[in-house]
């Protein structure tokens, strides 16, 4: 092997080992860290939208607080409670190097008092006060602390939470206390709560500006959405519809415009094609018809008219698959009456019906569609079954209808074969009357363009169970 060939073969080993590393490291980085974290973050495109940016501003607002404003405070503070601390000390020097043996100490309260705007007594000697509750933020008790350590070091007391604009302090002397009243914000930055303001004010007034302009940008996704279900549920565009929004969203706004323009063409292509064929093909059954009923010869007049009859049947079988009603206004469905009319049906079968029905008994649906697709299902029961379950519950914004029934029943295998068109069982239950195979794709056709769907499971009776759930 020579050199060159060595080296590649080294890098392909390195990269493939770097690159074996960066999946398992992002493997774990997926299911131990942003998978928990995604679960307590918002869903929707708007919240999102107002974490991308009001969370930077909070980070920022956050570090330019922490590290401009917290040394600002601290150094501010540092050199003014340097300056009060030395002028504090000026005043010992004065009392020890001119001692008043009468104990009258007004001069230097004065000199204090109009020179250092300081409030100064000398008390009789005595221990200093225990010492109080510290702040939380405490940089002021702090930097006064150290620098009566550094330029006094003596014995000292501070108290910088009773009056919250006065500090106080005591400094055991040798023969006396000297207490010192000193405004807050000589040893204190105290103007840094303007910064504050004014970060806050100009954060809010920011998010004023961006929610609004943001929830406008978020408006016309939302609408496109809503249009999109409603087309996908077979209902008509929202009367107030219509691109808007970003060059994007109005793109996007307008290509489903024109998808759903070229849909409902073909769909009106086919359903007038299909009629097309349909009536040709009646008019021949017709024909048909009018030969054999002259023909005289009973027997196979008989015998023929079953086949037209079998062949007419069909016929309004493909149709009814075809068109799919998809042209048909929504409305309101009873399920109530609808229920009624199934009872009056078992009785004319000799079933054994039994309903019930929880929530409102109206549904807003595609009446004559939502009509053929219970038909279909209730139908298939009352073919091959003895005794029918019917259950509908309408809650929140959902119908789920549930039949259970005693029959063959379809095996486990068979269940989402027999969805398809022209589809038929050759052992336990025939999915449709006409012999097209064609009942269950109807019913799924229909329920699907209502938004929802159909499933086969087992049912409790022995039979089979029809679930159906659409939105209503």
């Known amino acids: 092997m020579s050199t060159s060939e060595a080296e590649r073969t080294v890098v392909a080993d390195w990269l493939f080992r770097a690159r074996h590393v960066y999946n398992r490291v992002r493997h774990h980085w997926d299911c131990l860290v942003w998978r928990p974290i995604s679960r307590y973050l918002p869903k929707r495109l708007y919240s999102r939208s107002l974490i991308i940016v009001v969370a930077p501003m909070i980070i920022l607002q956050s570090v330019i607080t922490l590290v401009f404003m917290e040394r600002h405070w601290q150094m501010v503070t540092q050199r003014l409670s340097t300056a009060v601390v030395r002028d504090i000390a000026a005043i010992i020097d004065l009392a020890e190097t001119f001692p008043h043996p009468d104990g009258d100490y007004s001069d230097l309260a004065r000199i204090a008092q109009d ?27 702090q930097a006064l602390s150290e620098e009566i350590r550094s330029q006094i070091n003596r014995p000292f007391w501070i108290d910088t939470v009773g009056d919250s604009r006065i500090v106080e302090l005591r400094i055991q002397l040798d023969d006396n206390v000297l207490r010192v009243f000193v405004r807050r914000n000589q040893a204190y930055a105290s103007n840094s709560h303007i910064f504050l ?34 087309f996908g549920k077979g209902r008509p565009l929202p009367p107030d519809f219509r691109p808007r929004g970003a060059e994007e969203v109005r793109r996007a706004g307008f290509a489903f415009i024109q998808m759903r323009e070229r849909i409902e063409r073909q769909i009106e292509q086919r359903t007038a094609m299909l009629t097309g064929v349909s009536h040709d093909l009646r008019t021949i059954l017709t024909r048909f018809k009018l030969q054999l009923a002259l023909s005289g010869r009973k027997v196979d007049v008989e015998a023929l008219n079953q086949d037209v009859n079998d062949m007419q049947a069909m016929l309004e079988g493909y149709l009814s698959f075809a068109r799919g009603d998809a042209l048909e206004d929504p409305g309101r469905f009873d399920l109530a009456a609808y229920f009624d ?48 379950d019917v259950k509908a519950t309408h809650t929140r914004g959902t119908l789920r209808v549930v039949i259970d029934d005693d029959g063959p029943g379809i095996p486990a295998d068979k269940r989402e074969e027999v969805f398809k068109p022209f589809v038929r069982l050759d052992n336990a239950r025939n999915l ?13 056709d229909i329920a699907r363009s209502h938004g929802g769907d159909i499933w086969l499971d087992d049912s409790p009776l022995g039979g089979l169970r029809v679930i159906l759930r659409v939105p209503a």
Request: glycine share 10%.
């Open 432 to 444: 449709d009357a006409s012999g097209t195979g064609l009942g269950l794709s109807i019913a799924r």
């Open 197 to 230: 303001v004014w970060m806050v004010g100009t954060s809010l007034l920011l998010l004023g500006i961006a929610i609004p302009f943001l929830r406008n940008q978020v408006k016309p996704i939302t609408k496109l959405a809503e249009a999109a279900e409603s």
């Open 341 to 388: 009319k199934l009872g009056d049906e078992a009785k004319l079968r000799k079933r054994k019906l039994t309903t019930a029905l929880t929530g409102a008994t109206e549904i807003h649906v595609r009446p004559n569609a939502f009509g053929r697709l219970l038909a279909n299902l209730t139908g298939n029961a009352f073919r091959y079954a003895k005794n029918i």
């Open 115 to 141: 020179r250092l705007d300081m409030k100064v007594d000398i008390l009789p000697p005595g221990p200093l006060p225990a010492p109080g509750p510290k702040p939380f933020f405490s940089i002021l008790d």
